[in-house]
């Protein structure tokens, strides 16, 4: 199964972009990456997935490299309400093998900074 | 859409009491997941369903968990007897595609607090 590495923390000024770096060097050719975030005390949030090209919404953009062996989550003018442990999950299958469960590893906690 | 709905928010129980954690998914959505969260073990699935169907309870710990989907806007995760480990924040989830789909998305629910004594 595919694993990823993050940083466990990272800090950002307030209005500055924070680019969150993810490590999947061995995802398979039909994985996709997703990234949620769980501000304390709430539910993760879905923010973006993909699989080879770059992706950009209304929260945030997902550099995917050529090779797809990392990525980076951009948010381009970080708030204080951006504060959150930010997940970057590779879909694997579950146990059995019937279903594709999203496996929550340590994230990163990103600190935006006054 | 008023997004995933879950009940109660709050539960504080005694060791051997029976539990019953409640979820509502987002209307038309047909997969449903149950996660527990603990600071050790992080965010661990526990049952996925599929039209109402149990897809893989590979991750429910023990017996003393079960999960119903009666009908497609309600689902329950019930814990008898309850033990003071089970004290954890439980997720509800649910998404639009099947579980096996690669673009499926996740929308998860407030969570359940729940303390053993």
């Known amino acids: 199964d595919a694993k990823t590495t993050q940083p466990p923390s990272m800090d950002c000024a307030e209005g500055r972009a924070a680019n969150l770096p993810c490590n999947h060097s061995?995802?398979?050719?039909?994985?996709?990456v997703y990234w949620y975030r769980q501000i304390h005390s709430q539910g993760p949030q879905y923010i973006i997935h993909g699989l080879k090209n770059n992706e950009t919404n209304e929260m945030a953009s997902l550099i995917i490299t050529e090779d797809r062996k990392s990525s980076t989550l951009i948010l381009p003018h970080a708030t204080l309400r951006d504060t959150a442990v930010y997940y970057c999950i590779v879909r694997v299958p579950t146990a059995s093998g019937s279903a594709r469960q999203l496996t929550f590893g340590s994230g990163t906690q990103l600190t935006v900074l006054p | 859409d008023a997004g995933v709905i879950q009940s109660p928010r709050h539960e504080v129980t005694e060791m051997g009491q029976e539990v019953t954690l409640r979820c509502k998914p987002i209307s038309g959505h047909n997969s449903l997941f149950w996660y527990r969260q603990t600071m050790m073990r992080g965010l661990e699935l526990l049952i996925y369903f599929n039209n109402n169907v149990p897809i893989d309870d590979s991750g429910m710990p023990e017996d003393r968990f079960s999960a119903k989907m009666p009908n497609a806007s309600f689902s329950t995760l019930k814990i008898q007897p309850s033990e003071p480990r089970d004290s954890a924040v439980y997720f509800c989830?649910?998404?639009?595609?099947?579980?096996?789909?690669?673009?499926?998305?996740?929308?998860f629910g407030p969570g359940t607090r729940l303390l053993v004594l």
């Open positions: 061995t995802i398979s050719g039909n994985e996709y």
């Open positions: 989830a649910s998404s639009l595609g099947i579980g096996g789909s690669l673009q499926e998305t996740q929308y």
